[in-house]
């Protein structure tokens, strides 16, 4: 059971003949710790659907009198139920955690922390092995296995506690402050480097989502697996400060495109983006790295946006008042199975601009018209006329057209109806 009545020598009073009497108290949470866990209908003690999370837990505190007449009875009176309907931490075997009965029904609430402080493991200081649950810790031998631990749970790697360290640009420097602090945050920590972050830098709210986090860091960072960032004040510098790349082994003070991280890399997208006009004298830094307010961050090893919904309603729009702006540090391909539309008041291809390079873009040719000129070139070849011992005649009554011009013409005349392409189009001319 969890919650107990038990009396406690600390608390006492005499009877009429003034001997001593222990008072007993209600108890309504008591320690105790996890001995197995349904996980899935997999589990050992799984009992159905409404076994799910459920927990065997053995309780520190128990009322002395009670009894269980067999194996069975004994195992559902120590089965508990999660506390809170849809918010919990799904404890392993060996955890300890807070046993309480409400309305004749045993809930946990835990994992709890204890001396360790650890996102990842906490010891059980209250921990003897008391009862023997059938199948309990078969072939778990050695410490870990006598301290009713699971010996599926990696514990190679502690992770370190999130903090918060206070930061002079985004916490604000006016007013009366205190050096050494600064506001606390909201923060889910799972046991093995993934968190959400919750929280703000003075009234500017953030909210951070960490997965794959080094074991040794004790902050979100651009070196995470995968970080998503959402802030509404600081650049992402000021909020994550540089990272090394792994790759190149190059250090980085801040935030970088991973399109323009190459050392040799001659198109960066930081430099097409100078190009707009409207972006005016702004360079790089100014308009990619020194933005610094409302803003989404993906950063990952792969993204993947996915619609797979067929028909009219369905695919994935991108939109943008300004600028749309793509990147890459190798290639890019568009594959599409049946039109690929580009609608633009001016389409370039390559810098329009290219740093110290003085040149203009060349023009398109247009199919069509370079078509019709070239027919009329070669139709006045028909018209031109030669001297004669008579009158001016056409070229084609030279005995040698039919056999020599004549056949080099109409092959030309083919060649140009093949010039224009019957799957690519561009705009014509107003």
Request: with cysteine; aromatic share 8%; glycine share 10%.
């Amino acid at each position: 059971m969890g919650s107990i009545i038990t009396p406690l020598s600390e608390i006492s009073t005499k009877d009429t003949l003034g001997t001593d009497i222990n008072i007993p108290v209600f108890i309504q949470f008591t320690p105790g710790y996890c001995v197995q866990v349904v996980h899935s209908t997999n589990s050992l003690r799984e009992k159905g659907d409404r076994s799910i999370n459920t927990i065997i837990a053995s309780p520190h505190m128990e009322n002395p009198d009670v009894v269980y007449s067999n194996k069975n009875s004994m195992e559902e009176n120590y089965r508990y139920f999660p506390l809170l309907r849809n918010h919990g931490d799904v404890p392993t075997k060996g955890d300890p955690v807070l046993l309480c009965t409400i309305g004749k029904v045993n809930y946990y609430l835990g994992p709890l922390n204890t001396i360790n402080n650890s996102p990842t493991w906490n010891d059980d200081l209250n921990y003897t092995p008391e009862k023997i649950f059938e199948n309990n810790a078969i072939g778990e031998v050695g410490a870990r296995g006598l301290s009713g631990e699971s010996l599926n749970f990696n514990k190679k790697n502690k992770y370190k506690r999130l903090i918060k360290l206070r930061k002079e640009e985004l916490d604000g420097s006016g007013g009366n402050f205190v050096e050494n602090e600064t506001t606390g945050d909201y923060i889910i920590e799972g046991r093995h480097g993934n968190s959400l972050r919750i929280g703000s830098r003075s009234d500017n709210p953030y909210i951070f989502m960490s997965n794959a986090r080094d074991f040794d860091n004790n902050v979100e960072s651009l070196e995470d697996g995968t970080l998503i960032s959402i802030t509404s004040d600081g650049t992402l510098q000021q909020h994550f400060g540089g990272f090394i790349d792994l790759e190149s082994n190059l250090p980085f003070e801040g935030f970088k495109l991973a399109s323009d991280i190459s050392p040799n890399n001659n198109r960066n997208m930081s430099d097409l983006v100078t190009t707009i006009p409207e972006n005016g004298e702004n360079n790089a830094q100014n308009l990619i790295y020194d933005y610094s307010d409302n803003q989404i961050l993906f950063h990952s090893d792969r993204i993947t946006l996915n619609s797979n919904r067929s028909g009219g309603t369905g695919g994935i729009y991108l939109s943008s008042r300004n600028d749309i702006h793509i990147g890459a540090g190798r290639h890019l391909t568009v594959s599409t199975n049946n039109d690929f539309i580009i609608s633009s008041e001016r389409t370039f291809i390559g810098n329009p601009t290219p740093n110290n390079l003085s040149r203009d873009m060349e023009s398109m040719v247009l199919g069509d018209k370079l078509k019709s000129v070239l027919t009329k070139i070669v139709g006045l070849f028909d018209k031109i006329k030669i001297a004669s011992s008579g009158q001016p005649a056409g070229i084609q009554t030279d005995p040698t057209y039919q056999v020599g011009v004549g056949e080099e013409i109409g092959t030309l005349i083919t060649e140009i109806d093949n010039i224009t392409s019957t799957k690519h189009f561009i705009e014509p001319n107003t």
